[in-house]
């Protein structure tokens, strides 16, 4: 377990902010699987699988011979897995070799920005694992490019969630987290020798399953918040309030989808 890790899979919160995430990103990831042209039989790695929607999806997608490797450094949630296409194992990719190799796809999401060594370790053994031909599709958040909650910052509410998602972002920041780690992935990609790169950006402005995902993640992190007098008891009790009431136009922070393929 990586002690720099906030958003920690065991805290009974993860459940409700993996369902959120899924809600918000899952169609947007697998259109862009998709445009990689999946097809039965391939064998892939989902990297930081956290739940199983993204493990089970791929299964569904490359059966009945293909295979999908779902690994996390806590297996809690993705363990939970019924098809008989994935196979789930603790794993850390910053740290351990691939486990398997000549893999058609490695997906990793909102995954790589959290791991210390992301470049010199993590990212190096996923392309090792991919077979020639090969692809790689990374999806990590750029704060940097966006980092309010509410960039219509309106009223008293908006500007509170503006102060506590600030709060978020200094956390993350002391604990090596890279606010600006999505706009270098293209770069990182070619660097690392792969070819055909692209990449594009989604952004959700407003859903509610955005309300669920910050109401889970101010709930994880507010004993730290509250520690670095990054945001009182008073505010945190009142902006889980707003979000109760609605209204409030909460955001993320644009996920960058890069795509790369191993050379022939």
Same mark, same amino acid.
């Given at each position: 377990m990586n002690k720099n890790y906030l958003l920690d899979n065991a805290?009974? !919160?993860?459940?409700?902010?993996?369902?959120?995430?899924? /809600?918000l990103f899952d169609r947007w990831t697998f259109a862009q699987i998709e445009a990689l042209g999946i097809a039965p039989g391939w064998r892939c790695w989902e990297v930081g699988a956290g739940g199983v929607n993204i493990p089970e999806w791929l299964a569904a997608r490359v059966a009945p011979a293909g295979r999908v490797l779902a690994t996390d450094i806590d297996t809690v949630w993705a363990s939970t897995a019924t098809s008989q296409g994935v196979d789930v194992r603790r794993h850390d990719v910053a740290k351990d070799p691939p486990l398997w190799t000549e893999l058609d796809l490695v997906h990793a999401r909102l995954v790589l920005v959290h791991v210390p060594e992301r470049?010199?370790?993590a990212l190096r053994h996923m392309i090792a694992s991919l077979k020639p031909g090969g692809w790689l599709l990374i999806e990590d958040a750029d704060p940097a490019l966006q980092s309010l909650a509410c960039p219509d910052a309106h009223s008293s509410e908006s500007l509170l969630a503006n102060k506590i998602r600030d709060g978020f972002r200094r956390l993350m920041k002391e604990r090596g987290v890279d606010l600006s780690y999505g706009r270098k992935l293209p770069r990182?990609?070619? =660097? *690392?020798?792969l070819t055909d790169? $692209? *990449? %594009?950006?989604?952004?959700?402005v407003t859903h509610s399953a955005g309300a669920i995902l910050e109401r889970a993640t101010v709930e994880m992190l507010r004993p730290q918040l509250? $520690? $670095?007098?990054?945001? /009182? %008891? %008073? %505010?945190? !009790?009142?902006?889980? *309030?707003?979000? =109760?009431a609605g209204g409030v136009d909460l955001t993320t922070a644009p996920l960058i989808s890069a795509r790369g393929r191993k050379a022939h």
């Open positions: 805290r009974p !919160e993860a459940g409700a902010r993996f369902k959120a995430i899924s /809600t470049e010199r370790r990182l990609l070619r =660097d *690392a020798g790169v $692209a *990449a %594009e950006a989604f952004f959700p509250s $520690a $670095a007098s990054l945001a /009182t %008891e %008073e %505010e945190i !009790e009142r902006h889980l *309030a707003n979000l =109760d």
